[in-house]
Nanobody
Framework: QVQLVESGGGLVQAGGSLRLSCAASRSIYSLDVIGWYRRAPGKPRELVAAITSGTSNYADSVKGRFTISRDGARNTLYLQMNSLKPEDTAVYYC?????????WGQGTQVTVSS
């Protein structure tokens, strides 16, 4: 079992920055996959960024603007979001895969005003 707790969402103007955090209940390096998804109103959930076997990958729409990172000492995953756009508005979810089981956080709202 893995508990994931997100924080750091909020309201920001276009061009601004936010950093999301995801605290995990077990060693973050023990997780096969850990990353961030988002769901915007009326749209399907999409992968934003993830770390798989130490390799980071990003959705094309966020490349160059978002950075995923992890802190093993704090068992925390981060998503640094810069140059935010109104289309980044969504609920952001932390996701992990441990063996064959997926775990999800409760989500944190990010709203970018134009």
């Amino acid at each position: 079992q893995v508990q994931l707790v997100e924080s750091g969402g909020g309201l920001v103007q276009a061009g601004g920055s936010l950093r999301l955090s995801c605290a995990a209940s077990r060693s973050i390096y023990s997780l096969d996959v850990i990353g961030w998804y988002r769901r915007a109103p009326g749209k399907p959930r999409e992968l934003v960024a993830a770390i798989t076997s130490g390799t980071s990958n990003y959705a094309d729409s966020v490349k160059g603007r978002f950075t995923i990172s992890r802190d093993g000492a704090r068992n925390t995953l981060y998503l640094q979001m810069n140059s935010l756009k109104p289309e980044d508005t969504a609920v952001y979810y932390c996701h992990s895969q441990y063996f064959t089981t997926s775990f999800w956080g409760q989500g944190t709202q990010v709203t970018v005003s134009s």
